[in-house]
């Protein structure tokens, strides 16, 4: 219980001393400082929920099991990872001009914070909360996606806010249906809201509010997965904020939206007769593949190319779960960590390379082997991981998501296959002119801080190589329990 | 449970329909200050109506939603909006991207498709506001037109918060309110968004010169940095 309450007061203890002294020289030394805190405090949770099982905490409000554990652990990694590349990537873009030290203070603020609200909505038992602290992890990333100020990062975030904030306005309108439901089995109060107690009813939940209450919800937060045609906002608040912040939405937030989803898929695939949660993620799942694929190879930002390869990718994990059963949960869960971990990694190092070269503009791009190697090495092999090739993790999960699409959806094989050969050729051809060809770029004026890309790439290698047994079982336990 | 006199649920009722009438309203209203008027209006009602139905069905926890919607949405946030219009010097806004009376029959639209969708639920609430939930609905609807439709900063915000009194009624008329934990994250959340927002507008402001997000779709067009 004490593990739960670290993770959470960490990033909010860290959020308010870097929102005092946030534009001090050490202050992105206190953020990578608070991450590794929040990081160790989450695997002490972990640790104890191996140990000792799902734990249920604090008046029941909080609620740890295998399927939430394993996001936990990996939002609080990833945090720790971009908040060291933030050091050194934010001190070039200090120097460059790009940022003054009152802005660096709100963004090391901002994003403490931000880990905050996503911590709390994977922590949360409570679905009400659960959309406050999306709604919160919306509002404070706004400010970080306009932090350059410049016309087009203004827009994203407009863009942003608007939509996400009509997504998550339809969210609020499930929950409330939700609540609707399962107010007439449970009674009024906090506890008819309460994943868990929602779980044990939820047979006996009204199955037309609940199947209303699921569209909303579907479409409220897969606002926030980026499922198309909902996923307008994503590649703009990709393109135009910091790096770090690009990795953190992509890598994290993307991931939390989708947990939202999925958990609510349980309850209804317990009270509906029939695939009615399934069908709709497959169908959303399936259409965000194959348009974000096409859409890859009109591409001409290196950033917004691969924001649209994480809205192809939350396609290929909706699908996944939505067809269900072990084997495909088990990929979904898997994907979402690789991807998670890839598409961060990949995102550190297009920032770097789009600092070398002063463009994010893909055919100015060249030569970032000749000018830095370590650049040049990080963007190849994380493209070939992203594209799934073997041995990377991405192989793994998006083989087992293949093959039981073939058995259990046969239909939707043929698309998923063209879509994920468009978007390998789409990538490929784009990424190896940048790495290779003739450049007479400068250095840059600090050292690249390609150490987190680095080690994400080694922990998707390895995970395609070989996964560690309690992870496995994790995975295992998470599957049975989406079901 | 429902110990309600005729005359609190006649109330109810007629407040819903304010609020109805109030979502046109703001749909046809193109003058800022006025828009920001409307919308405490439709917060005042809100409470009102929130405050029949804590009386009427002996909720408590209702009587602490109108307090919160009355500070909040009828006097803090139209006092920052106030203070936003007056310091950023936008009193007029010209025409939306669709002109008033063609905005007004899709409104109307959206309010049958919106009680068709209730329709069901309404049939299975136990509430004695449960026919106003087609109400809810149809507000929610309309502000999302109006934010679809209007082209500057601060009336799409205004649709925002509109549509957030939707989902407040919408929460009231269906279950009487959600639990009081939500309901405080929710307002927090608006609140906060407001502050944010704020701050916003001055970078918008400060790059364009003005709030009209037409300059938006320009941005695209010119050669990237």
Redesign the interface.
């Known amino acids: 219980m004490i593990e739960i309450v670290l993770v959470l007061a960490v990033p909010v203890v860290g959020a308010t001393t870097l929102g005092a002294l946030g534009d001090r020289p050490y202050a992105a030394t206190i953020n990578a400082a608070t991450g590794l805190c929040t990081l160790l405090a989450a695997i002490a949770l972990t640790a104890h929920v191996v140990a000792h099982g799902p734990l249920l905490a604090l008046g029941d409000q909080f609620l740890v099991d295998p399927f939430n554990v394993f996001l936990v652990a990996l939002t609080a990694l990833v945090g720790f990872t971009t908040a060291v590349f933030s050091r050194g990537y934010m001190t070039i873009e200090e120097q460059r001009g790009r940022v003054t030290l009152g802005r660096l203070r709100l963004y090391h603020a901002m994003f403490q914070l931000f880990m905050f609200t996503m911590l709390l909505a994977l922590l949360t038992n ?1 679905v ?2 659960l ?2 602290a999306m ?2 992890a919306t ?1 404070t990333t ?2 970080l996606v ?1 932090l350059y ?4 990062s ?2 994203a ?3 942003y ?2 939509l996400c ?2 997504g998550i ?1 339809q969210a ?2 499930g ?3 939700l ?2 439901a399962a ?2 089995v449970l009674g ?3 506890g ?2 309460l994943w868990t107690k929602l779980q044990s009813v939820r047979a006996g939940l ?1 199955p ?2 609940l199947s ?1 209450a699921f569209v909303f919800l579907l479409v409220g937060y897969g606002t926030k997965v980026g499922l198309v045609p909902l996923h307008n906002w994503l590649p703009d608040a990709h393109a135009e904020g910091p790096s770090p912040v690009s990795a953190v939405l992509s890598g994290l937030l993307l991931n939390v939206a989708l947990y939202a989803v999925v958990r609510c898929k349980i309850l209804v695939d317990g009270a509906l007769p029939g695939a009615f949660a399934q069908n709709l993620l497959i169908g959303f799942g399936l259409l965000s593949v194959v348009v974000a694929a096409f859409l890859l190879l009109r591409q001409k ?1 290196i950033k917004r190319l691969f924001a649209y390869s994480s809205i192809e990718h939350m396609g290929i994990v909706t699908f996944a779960f939505g067809i269900g059963g072990p084997i495909a949960n088990f990929a979904g869960l898997l994907h979402m960590t690789v991807h998670s971990l890839t598409k961060s990694a990949i995102f550190f190092t297009a920032g770097h390379a789009a600092q070398k070269t002063g ?3 893909m055919d100015d791009i060249r030569g970032l082997i000749t000018i830095s190697p370590i650049v040049g090495w990080g963007l190849a092999l994380g493209a070939l991981a992203i594209l799934g090739m073997p041995p990377f993790g991405v192989f793994a999960s998006e083989f087992l998501v293949l093959t039981t699409a073939m058995r259990e959806q046969p239909w939707a094989t043929p698309f998923l296959l063209a879509a994920l050969g468009v978007g390998f050729a789409a990538i490929f051809s784009k990424v190896q002119p940048m790495i290779f060809g003739e450049t007479t770029d400068a250095r840059l004026p600090a050292r690249p801080a390609m150490l987190p890309v680095f080690i994400h790439l080694a922990l998707v290698l390895m995970l395609g190589l070989w996964i560690p047994p309690f992870l496995a079982d994790w995975y295992r336990a998470a599957a049975r329990l989406i079901g | 449970m429902i110990s309600t006199t005729p005359v609190g649920f006649q109330l109810i009722n007629l407040f819903a329909a304010i609020l109805l009438l109030l979502a046109f309203a703001m749909l046809a209203q193109r003058r800022v200050v006025s828009l920001i008027d409307l919308f405490v209006a439709q917060g005042f009602v809100l409470a009102l109506s929130t405050a029949v139905v804590a009386y009427t069905t002996n909720q408590p926890h209702l009587y602490q939603s109108t307090a919160l919607t009355l500070v909040l949405k009828v006097a803090l946030l139209p006092w920052i909006l106030h203070r936003l219009v007056r310091k950023l010097d936008v009193r007029w806004e010209f025409e939306g991207l669709i002109n008033i009376p063609t905005t007004m029959l899709i409104g109307i639209v959206l309010v049958v498709f919106s009680f068709n969708l209730a329709l069901p639920i309404s049939q299975l609430a136990s509430t004695v506001t449960r026919s106003t939930l087609g109400i809810a609905l149809a507000s929610i609807m309309l502000s999302f037109l109006m934010m679809i439709t209007r082209r500057k900063a601060i009336p799409q915000v205004i649709g925002f918060l509109s549509m957030e009194n939707g989902l407040f009624f919408a929460a009231t008329s269906a279950t009487y309110g959600m639990p009081m934990v939500v309901e405080l994250g929710v307002a927090l959340d608006v609140l906060v968004g407001m502050l944010i927002l704020g701050v916003f507008f001055f970078q918008i402001r400060e790059q364009f010169d003005s709030l009209d997000l037409a300059h938006f779709e320009n941005v695209r067009d010119q050669p990237p940095r």
Do not use: M, Q
């Not at chain 1, 100020?149 to 087009?152: E, G, M």
């Open positions: 409570n009400g909360i959309w406050v709604e919160a509002l706004v400010l306009s100020r410049t016309p087009a203004l827009e975030a407009w863009k806010f608007i904030g009509v306005a609020l309108f929950t409330i249906l609540y609707f107010e007439k009024a109060g906090g008819a809201l009204e037309t509010v209303l930002d463009t994010h503009i």
